[in-house]
């Protein structure tokens, strides 16, 4: 019941429709699947604990390294671009930093995942940022082709680091 000088203009209903929608936006935040460990069920909420656990830490840091590394490729293939065939200084010197830093933080990925998988994804992270960077920052086109492949490229990604979960 509204009372005088009461500037809530929301009805209970309204009040309620908010709620759901906020807590259906939420909802799969609260059900992040971990796909760390085998034999997790998929829907069972993040455990905090799991964030402490070394052995899943020590599996986890290859591939935030080769994560890393995807993003130096991003990195220098476009500077490589910028370079205009190694004719401007700058980029020249940036892809071959960001270069070198690619290929030692993927070696020292490859140390303990498997070659495939470890190649298959920096080369994936590679070409799908090479495509955004393209699109977005060079204006190359973005036909539906290019989308569909862009796609497959991604649905490869995802297939390929499920496979090689262990």
Same mark, same amino acid.
């Given at each position: 019941?509204?009372?005088?000088?009461?500037?809530?203009?929301?009805?209970?209903?309204?009040?309620?429709?908010?709620?759901?929608?906020?807590?259906?936006?939420?909802?799969?935040?609260?059900?992040?699947?971990?796909?760390?460990?085998?034999?997790?069920?998929?829907?069972?909420?993040?455990?905090?604990?799991?964030?402490?656990?070394?052995?899943?830490?020590?599996?986890?840091?290859?591939?935030?390294?080769?994560?890393?590394?995807?993003?130096?490729?991003?990195?220098?293939?476009?500077?490589?671009?910028?370079?205009?065939?190694?004719?401007?200084?700058?980029?020249?010197?940036?892809?071959?930093?960001?270069?070198?830093?690619?290929?030692? +933080?993927?070696?020292?990925?490859?140390?303990?995942?498997?070659?495939?998988?470890?190649?298959?994804?920096?080369?994936?992270?590679?070409?799908?940022?090479?495509?955004?960077?393209?699109? +977005?920052?060079?204006?190359?086109?973005?036909?539906? +082709?290019?989308?569909?492949?862009?796609? +497959?490229?991604?649905?490869?990604?995802?297939?390929?680091?499920?496979?090689?979960?262990?």
């Amino acid at each position: 019941m509204r009372q005088h000088g009461d500037t809530n203009t929301r009805t209970p209903s309204t009040h309620n429709l908010i709620a759901r929608l906020a807590y259906r936006a939420l909802r799969p935040v609260e059900r992040l699947p971990t796909l760390c460990r085998r034999g997790h069920d998929l829907a069972q909420p993040w455990v905090g604990n799991d964030r402490d656990d070394p052995a899943l830490q020590e599996r986890r840091v290859p591939w935030i390294i080769l994560f890393a590394a995807g993003l130096l490729e991003i990195v220098w293939a476009f500077s490589m671009k910028q370079s205009a065939g190694f004719s401007r200084p700058m980029p020249t010197l940036i892809t071959l930093v960001a270069m070198a830093a690619s290929f030692a +933080l993927l070696a020292i990925a490859m140390r303990t995942l498997p070659l495939g998988a470890a190649y298959t994804i920096w080369t994936g992270i590679g070409a799908v940022g090479a495509f955004f960077v393209g699109v +977005l920052v060079l204006g190359e086109s973005a036909s539906v +082709l290019r989308i569909l492949a862009l796609i +497959l490229i991604v649905a490869g990604l995802v297939l390929t680091k499920l496979s090689s979960e262990g």
